[in-house]
């Protein structure tokens, strides 16, 4: 337990530490860029500083954060009943097309790199904003910052969209209902295209979203079990206790 304490300060301070110090460091570059006359090839550079320091900020709060989660996650595993179940859980789930865009787009901007695009994709829109409502003769049309624009900000959130629908189309997983079955075990999955048994080390880890529950077999791979579906309270409950007593998966649960 003291190692967990320690953890979880660790968790906490690191992020402190790091929406300071990026904020001073943020809040001092933007002050150089509009507050003193900048040349135009150092402009650039303070644009990109502004913009790792986001990156680097937003990677940090992460970590400290992930460290105190799983300090949460790991102090559960004491009051876990690591008895074998008895009963199975089933899950009858239907996925739909509006909820599986929605927790594509979660998903998504969940990477950092996509969010540190987004944030550049908005700074190169106020540089193409300022060349056309602040006109300089001598500036060229800011034909980079317009094409970070357009794949940051219009681009991404479309390819999003459109490869959710294609996994939507093409996925039995997704377009068919999946009745699953889950043991201390193993689970099973039966649907129209599939009917088979999965070990649980076959899981590689579980993420837990507001409004979903994902068992991840591969990087971008896995089985999607939306908390609205469970039966009961019981049901997600019991479901719950059998992801905890599953110590050797890595688990990130809320």
């Known amino acids: 337990q003291p190692n967990c304490m320690g953890s979880k300060n660790l968790g906490t301070v690191i992020i ?18 509009l507050w003193f006359t900048v040349p135009a090839n150092l402009m650039w550079l303070l644009i990109f ?13 992460r970590y400290g954060k992930k460290i105190y989660d799983d300090t949460n996650v790991e102090s559960r595993f004491d009051n876990v009943d690591n008895t074998v179940l008895t009963d199975k859980i089933i899950v ?11 927790l594509s787009y979660i ?16 700074f190169m829109l106020g540089l193409v904003l300022q060349y056309f409502l602040f006109p300089v003769e001598a ?22 969209y459109y490869n959710s629908i294609k ?3 093409t996925m039995a997983l997704l377009k068919e209902t ?9 689970l099973h999955m039966r649907c129209e295209s599939i009917d088979t048994n999965i070990k649980w080390n076959v899981i590689k880890s579980i993420k837990e979203l507001n409004d979903w529950y994902i068992l991840y077999v591969g990087k971008n791979r896995g089985y999607f079990i939306p908390k609205s579906q469970f ?10 206790n059998l992801l905890l007593s599953k110590t050797t998966i890595k688990k990130d649960l809320k």
């Open 16 to 33: 402190i530490f790091s929406l300071l110090v990026g904020t001073i460091a943020i809040l001092y570059l933007a002050t150089r860029i």
């Open 49 to 61: 500083a502004i913009l790792l320091m986001i990156f680097l900020t937003i990677s940090a709060i």
């Open 92 to 102: 009858k789930v239907t996925i739909q097309k509006k909820e599986y865009i929605k």
């Open 107 to 122: 998903l998504s901007y969940s990477n950092l790199l996509i969010v540190f695009l987004s944030i550049a994709g908005v």
């Open 139 to 160: 500036d060229d049309f800011p034909f980079l910052p317009l094409l970070i624009f357009v794949y940051a900000l219009i681009f991404t959130p479309l390819s999003v």
């Open 167 to 169: 996994n939507m189309k």
């Open 178 to 186: 999946v009745y699953y079955t889950f043991s201390s075990e193993d």
């Open 231 to 240: 039966s009961s309270g019981l049901d997600e409950s019991n479901f719950r």
